[in-house]
């Protein structure tokens, strides 16, 4: 019975160190894949390695609920898996305030009874999403909804993928009359007031991300979307392409490319 016992636990044992090896071993690789990132001292790696360790059991545990069809969504390890959700949240979001948001502007869409909606479409079949961008430590998601969007839309209407410029709407529309935040938060619906209002967005290739605030440099020499595409799609809701499939009725997310949240999306 004793050497059973003592079995079961070299067993145990093996097993435990051979798991803390694989997470070594994946946390060595995480540091590779993400520009061979390195620490200050030895007590700083292994801080990072534990909290990497944790984000990784929550990621497992969560991946297998999705196999199970219990989550609708997959997740998976990228250069923030060795931060706590607090590190997170004080390097990437603000603490812009979401009720100093416009109201009024939330639209609520009731179909007809003849209409035959999907009740989903996955828009990156079709070729309408662009890959996905990274904001760095700049709190500039609500510019990245804005212009997701607008990409999205300009691709359905001209059959063209575009990438637009995110520091264009950083650097123009802070202060007067949008009050965006640039780096420190703003609201997609000023964002794309400000392309209407300018008659257009430069393209990403001409102005590049930067992550920081700046002054404002927008060409119209080298506009990669306009606003009266923007207005057309998101306001009259009447674009000029459908994919072939039942979709008839383009004025809600499930039938239009993605939208974004305009109402209250921050940093």
């Avoid at 070299?10 to 520009?35: G, M, P, R, Y």
């Avoid at 060795?82 to 009024?104: C, R």
């Avoid at 009874?113 to 079709?126: A, E, F, G, M, Q």
Wanted: hydrophobic share 30%; aromatic share 10%; proline share 6%.
């Amino acid at each position: 019975m004793k050497a059973v016992i003592l079995i079961i636990v070299l067993v145990a044992v093996v097993q435990a160190t051979s798991l803390k090896d694989i997470l070594k071993a994946e946390f060595n690789a995480f540091k590779l894949k993400h520009h061979n990132k390195t620490y200050q001292d030895a007590s700083e790696e292994l801080k990072r390695l534990q909290i990497f360790v944790e984000n990784k059991k929550l990621i497992d545990t969560h991946n297998k609920r999705y196999v199970a069809g219990e989550e609708s969504y997959e997740m998976g390890v990228n250069k923030f898996s060795d931060m706590t959700p607090e590190e997170f949240k004080t390097l990437v979001l603000t603490n812009l305030n979401p009720a100093d948001s416009q109201e009024g502007i939330d639209y609520i869409y009731n179909p007809s009874s003849y209409v035959n909606l999907p009740s989903s479409v996955d828009w990156r079949d079709w070729g309408a999403v662009n890959p996905v961008k990274n904001q760095g430590s700049c709190a500039s998601c609500w510019a990245f909804s804005a212009v997701g969007s607008l990409e999205s839309h300009h691709f359905i209407t001209s059959y063209q993928r575009v990438s637009l410029s995110e520091q264009n709407l950083v650097d123009c529309t802070r202060g007067y009359p949008y009050y965006n935040q640039g780096c420190s938060g703003g609201w997609p619906i000023e964002a794309l007031n400000y392309v209407r209002d300018n008659g257009g967005i430069n393209t990403a290739s001409y102005y590049p991300y930067e992550g920081q605030d700046n002054t404002c440099r927008y060409n119209k020499n080298n506009i990669g979307s306009k606003s009266l595409l923007l207005y057309k799609l998101l306001v009259e809701m009447k674009p000029h392409w459908h994919p072939p499939s039942p979709i008839r009725d383009p004025s809600r997310c499930v039938s239009t490319p993605p939208c974004s949240n305009i109402t209250k999306v921050a940093s």
